[in-house]
């Protein structure tokens, strides 16, 4: 007997908004792969979560995946931000007008 | 309420305070250590919800690796401006996440489902792992397939600007006029320095390139 199933969705629920918040306000690059590293560990809470209420391990395995893609995404996210600050020396996305002409 | 409870409720209070002064901090570095500790947390509440082997993974991987990357990053990026505001949009953003929100707390409580209350349960390490490579080897070696073509999408990424090795190598190395002085910009176009070397350009370097 731990917690009520809703009680823990309302948990990743929060979680996830405040990652879309971050993600979405943020003017930093870095701050941004940081909101979307939030949310994906929103979702991880929401498939363990899943997992315990059924009593399957799927949950469990999905959140190993989880775990994979946040990996390549974030260390490909990061390898792009270091291109993005080398060609134009700043990490705003507003000052990445190259195409403006 | 039972101890369980308790714990689950003291861990919530733990990460959803990390995570708020995580996305509030202005200093990337900050938030990332911020993060770490929410990273934490959730390690801890998966232990709670009966996975204890994803608990260790979200303390090596997330906690570990991913943000000790980006603390990399940040340090490598030392030149950058630090503190960054918000987007002006930020307003719509934060109403965007509250609507969300709301809708999230409306599907959790009218679903008759959410009242249930969760029985404890341990997934084992070695039960969850033989249940993986027998149901779900697939899946895992589709993984191990993305986690490569991450490794070479970095490293095409970080070789330069995306072009081939010849126009990185007539970047770094400074092309020299016949009378032994550099171009300026060090670049130049391998047809016109073929017209040079065989008298086809008349008005030799100097005065094309000065």
Same mark, same amino acid.
């Given at each position: 007997?731990?917690?009520?199933?809703?009680?823990?969705?309302?948990?990743?629920? +929060?979680?996830? *908004?405040?990652? +879309?918040?971050?993600?979405?306000?943020?003017?930093?690059?870095?701050?941004?792969?940081?909101?979307? @590293?939030?949310?994906?560990?929103?979702?991880?809470?929401?498939?363990?979560?899943?997992?315990?209420?059924?009593?399957?391990? @799927?949950?469990?395995?999905?959140?190993?995946?989880?775990?994979?893609?946040?990996?390549? @995404?974030? *260390?490909?996210? +990061?390898?792009?931000?270091?291109?993005?600050?080398?060609?134009?020396? *700043?990490?705003?996305?507003?000052?990445?007008?190259?195409?403006?002409? | 309420? !039972?101890?369980?409870?308790?714990?689950?409720?003291?861990?919530?209070?733990?990460?959803?305070?990390?995570?708020?002064?995580?996305?509030?901090?202005?200093?990337?570095?900050?938030?990332?250590?911020?993060?770490?500790?929410?990273?934490?947390?959730?390690?801890?509440?998966?232990? $709670?919800?009966?996975? /204890?082997?994803?608990?260790?993974?979200?303390?090596? $991987?997330?906690?570990?690796?991913?943000?000790?990357? #980006?603390?990399?990053?940040?340090?490598?990026?030392?030149?950058?401006?630090?503190?960054? =505001? $918000?987007?002006?949009?930020?307003?719509?953003?934060?109403?965007?996440?509250?609507?969300?929100?709301?809708?999230?707390?409306?599907?959790?409580?009218? &679903?008759?489902?959410?009242?249930?209350?969760?029985?404890?349960?341990?997934?084992? /390490?070695? &039960?969850?792992?033989?249940?993986?490579?027998?149901?779900?080897?697939?899946?895992?070696?589709?993984?191990?397939?993305?986690?490569?073509?991450?490794?070479?999408? #970095? #490293?095409?990424?970080?070789?330069?600007?995306?072009? !081939?090795?010849?126009?990185?190598?007539?970047?770094?190395?400074?092309?020299?006029?016949?009378? =032994?002085?550099?171009?300026?910009?060090?670049?130049? !176009?391998?047809?016109? $320095?073929?017209?040079?070397?065989?008298?086809?350009?008349?008005?030799?370097?100097?005065?094309?390139? /000065?």
């Amino acid at each position: 007997m731990i917690v009520p199933f809703g009680h823990v969705f309302l948990l990743a629920g +929060l979680i996830f *908004s405040m990652g +879309l918040v971050c993600l979405v306000a943020h003017r930093n690059l870095i701050m941004t792969l940081v909101g979307v @590293e939030v949310m994906m560990n929103a979702a991880a809470i929401a498939f363990v979560a899943a997992a315990l209420r059924w009593q399957l391990m @799927e949950g469990q395995a999905f959140v190993l995946f989880i775990l994979a893609v946040a990996a390549a @995404e974030v *260390s490909v996210g +990061l390898a792009l931000v270091v291109g993005a600050y080398r060609r134009t020396g *700043s990490l705003d996305p507003d000052h990445y007008d190259i195409l403006k002409g | 309420m !039972s101890l369980y409870a308790a714990i689950f409720y003291l861990l919530a209070t733990v990460i959803l305070t990390a995570t708020g002064l995580a996305i509030t901090r202005r200093q990337p570095i900050h938030a990332v250590l911020y993060l770490i500790v929410a990273f934490l947390g959730t390690a801890a509440l998966f232990f $709670l919800l009966g996975a /204890p082997l994803l608990a260790a993974f979200v303390v090596i $991987l997330y906690a570990g690796a991913i943000m000790v990357l #980006i603390l990399f990053v940040i340090m490598l990026l030392q030149r950058s401006p630090r503190e960054l =505001g $918000l987007m002006p949009q930020w307003g719509h953003a934060t109403l965007l996440g509250i609507v969300f929100l709301a809708v999230a707390i409306a599907m959790v409580f009218k &679903d008759p489902g959410s009242g249930i209350v969760l029985q404890g349960a341990v997934a084992q /390490p070695k &039960d969850f792992g033989r249940f993986l490579f027998e149901r779900y080897w697939l899946a895992v070696e589709i993984v191990s397939i993305l986690l490569l073509v991450a490794l070479v999408a #970095i #490293i095409q990424v970080a070789r330069g600007r995306g072009t !081939s090795g010849d126009e990185a190598e007539r970047q770094t190395n400074p092309v020299r006029n016949s009378d =032994g002085t550099l171009y300026p910009g060090g670049v130049v !176009s391998k047809s016109t $320095l073929a017209a040079e070397q065989q008298g086809i350009v008349s008005n030799g370097g100097k005065e094309g390139h /000065p």
